[in-house]
Structures are given as C-alpha cells and as structure tokens.
C-alpha cells in the first residue's frame, strides 16, 4: 500500500482504517509511515471510530491512542505466551503436526495417520537399525515414492527434523525456535512435556537414535561416497567431538605434488578447540598397514547378511499400500475425464504416467516380497574373500576414490586418529 502511495501520481489521497492498531501497533513505525505519507505522498490516513480535530491537540491524541495500542500489543503478546507455555507445559499441542499425525478435531490432540506412520518407523528402523546415513536415506525413501508432510521429497534436514523430533514418542516440544527467523534457541529454553498424543515411534529406538546423532555428529554439508573428495572421506572422526575431518587439497611446493589435509569440520567453524589436523601422506600407510594386519584376524570377516528384517516387511506394507491408491488415481483421472475437466490427450498423458508409477511399485514389490527372500540363496561371505579382498582394491591404481570410500566403509564404521598421543584407532564392523 505505501508502494503504491509512493507512485507519481499517487492513486489515492486517503487510507481509511477502523483503528489506527489496524495501521500499526508500533508506534515509532507508525510516526515513520504516517509522515512519510503525509509529507511525500500527500496522503492522510484517518480512524472511522476515532477521528481526532485537526491541529496540534489532535496530533497529541493520536499519538496518546499510538501508545495505546502499543501498550496493549504488548500486553497481549506476554499473556499468549504466557498462556502457551502454560499448555505445553501441560502436554496440549499447539502447532502444525508433523509427518504421521493431523488434527482430526480443532482442540483437540493429533491423531496417527497410518500411512505415513510407516513411513516415520521405516526411517527411525533404517537409521538405527541398518546404519543408513542420511543421504543414502533421503534416496531410498524418495525411491519408495514418499513424500514429507509437505507433499516434497525427502532431504537431508526434513529426515535429521523427524528423526530428532519428540513428538514421535508422545512428548510436547515447544519454544524451540525464534518466530521471527526461526533460528534455534538455547535447548535450555525448550519446553518438553509429556503430550496428550500417541506415540508412534518406541522410546528405546527413539533414544537410539539422538545417540547415533550424539556419537556421529555429521558436518553440515556431508557427502557420500559417490562425490568425495578422498577415499577416506567421511570416516575420519575428531576423537573429541566426533565431528567427521574434511579433506582439503593442498599442494606441496617443493616437491610440486599434491596431497590432502584432513581437519575437524568443527575446528574450522569455531566450534571445536581440539587441533587434530593430519595430512593424507601420514594417515594413508597407516590406515593400509592396520587393514592388511586386520586380514589375518580370524574374528575380522565382512559377511553380506541375507537375514530379512523388519524394515524390509514394513517397505513391502508402504509399497502395496501405494499400489492400492493407485486405484484411486485412476478413478479420479477417468472422472475428470468424463467430466470434460481433461482433454483426452491429458487423459492419455495421466494414464501413461499411473502406469509407469506401478510398473515401478510392482518391480520394488517383487524385490523385496517375503516370497523372493524365501528362495533367496543363504549368506555367504562377501565375495567369498575376507578384508584382503578390500585391501587390495584400496592398493589398486584403476580404482577411483570413490569407489575404494564405498568399498572401505563396508568394514569400517569409523577412524580416530589422536594427534597428541599420535594414536589411530580404527572401528571395524562385523556381523
């Protein structure tokens, strides 16, 4: 509106408002606009219930309600949050419901969405359970075809938002975010409360979870092996705040070659004081001595296990229950055709692409039904080669380093190399 004012010529000589708190309820914006208006634009802006006499006693009560109206704004926004508070505190929910619930009835506590329920169990049991990192997870779930409570494809932070949300465990969280740019306050300021709401998720796998967070503090910004930079990207750790040490490109003058730097992702932002930088040319002879010595450990095998869990059955649920909605769609597209809402080319083009989506859900369906796992053939050591079989990929000079990072992280779950004590600790898996 004052854009619009600022125009030469203006559109409009006055604005009419019921009250001036409908202008403004800060009273420096509103002397700010208001004699902008005036003096620019030649534009007054009046009250219909409180008109006020022209001259200086009428500037003096307008600014008199101005203050008002601040006064009470401000009085108002303490007794919300004031009465907010007083909710959470008491388990009401008071805020848009994340993936896997809705508001059935206004006042009242969310409620389970079954469809998308499976879908919040399926990424905590992935997570936990199968050690997915995040950006492997955000492809398989958007692979299955779900959607956040958006209606958008899953991401890297819509999936660390839900795994580390209490509302799955029944709880209330509030006052977790600054309304005006929603950054997040101190957790000292955070009000958890036990909700009026079911729980979705168990609080054992739930607490799982926060401590997979807590011991893998992932930098913002993590990548998987497909783009790293070196093959030991991503599984270096800082021994003390379990940050991932990034890799950085550094070239030696002297003898003009180039090699890499590993550095605490945390050290760099400021938010670690631990130095526990190590260059590529110390670490890498080091982590291949201790995977060459690990290949005469009987106890160290890397198995491939065929063993069929209870994630895979509740994939198997979410796809046949999108393959059943696709019923549904074809009703709704056939309805809109006959209703002459759709060409018959977009009727063709909807027909095609339904039918493309269950030629996909049937081929995901045969792959993981418990049927294929039945006849699927027993566990078998992976390759039938022991850790050598990754060593000598890592010495390999056709490798890339992509795919030496991928075939390292199936035995290795983390390393942590102590600079002080000049300490390497390498943390294998096993099965």
């Known amino acids: ?25 800060n009273q420096e914006e509103s002397i700010v606009y208001k004699s902008l208006l005036r003096r620019q634009c030649k ?14 006693f009428g500037s003096l009560i307008e600014r008199i309600i101005e203050w008002m109206d601040e006064y009470y704004s401000i009085r108002l926004s303490g007794e919300v949050t004031r009465g907010m508070t007083e909710k959470a505190l008491r388990g009401g929910y008071q805020s848009r419901p994340p993936l896997g619930y ?10 389970i969405v079954p469809e998308e329920a499976k879908t919040v169990q399926l990424i905590f049991e992935k997570f936990v359970y199968d050690r997915m990192g995040l950006f492997d997870l955000a492809r398989y779930v958007n692979a299955l075809g779900l959607k956040t409570s958006h209606g958008k494809a899953f991401e890297r932070r819509s999936l660390e938002y839900i795994l580390q949300n209490p509302t799955y465990v029944g709880q209330i969280r509030w006052n977790r975010t600054t309304g005006e740019t929603n950054e997040i306050k101190d957790r000292s300021t955070w009000i958890l409360a036990k909700g009026q709401h079911p729980a979705i ?62 550095t605490c992702y945390g050290y760099l ?30 106890h160290l095998r890397f198995i491939r296990s065929a063993k069929k869990s209870e994630t895979d059955a509740k994939e198997y649920d979410l796809l046949q229950g999108q393959l059943a ?14 209703a002459g809402i759709d060409t018959l080319a977009e009727y063709k083009e909807n027909k095609e692409r339904l039918a493309k989506e269950r030629r ?8 993981c039904s418990p049927a294929a796992f039945e006849t699927a053939a027993p ?36 390393i942590v190399y102590q600079k002080e004590t000049d300490n390497l600790m390498l943390y294998f898996r096993h099965s």
């Open 379 to 414: 566990a078998k050591p992976f390759e039938q080669k022991p850790i050598a079989g990754i060593y000598d990929l890592l010495l390999s000079n056709t490798c890339t380093a992509q795919e030496k990072n991928a075939a390292l992280k199936t035995i290795l779950e983390k």
């Open 325 to 338: 909605a696709c019923s549904e769609t074809e009703r709704r597209i056939k309805t809109a055709y006959q």
């Open 1 to 25: 509106m004052i854009s619009l004012a600022k125009q030469k010529p203006s559109p409009f000589q006055i604005i009419l408002v019921w009250k001036y708190s409908r202008f403004a309820r």
């Open 43 to 56: 534009v007054e802006v009046r009250s219909v219930s409180e008109p006020v006499v022209d001259g200086p």
């Open 269 to 298: 932002k400021g938010k670690c004081l631990a130095q526990n930088s190590v260059s590529s040319k110390k670490i890498e002879p080091v982590v291949l001595q201790a995977v060459h010595e690990a290949t005469f450990c009987a």
């Open 102 to 111: 809705r508001i059935k009835t206004r006042g009242e506590p969310p409620v």
């Open 360 to 367: 996909r859900l049937k081929e995901r369906l045969i792959a």
């Open 201 to 262: 998720i168990q609080q054992e796998l739930f607490d799982a979870a926060q401590q997979r967070f807590s011991t893998e503090s992932a930098s913002k910004g993590a990548r998987p092996s497909s783009v790293c930079r070196h093959w030991l990207s991503g599984l270096l750790k800082c021994p003390a705040c379990g940050r991932t040490m990034v890799a950085k490109k550094t070239t030696d003058k002297k003898y003009k070659r180039t090699y890499y730097y590993f």
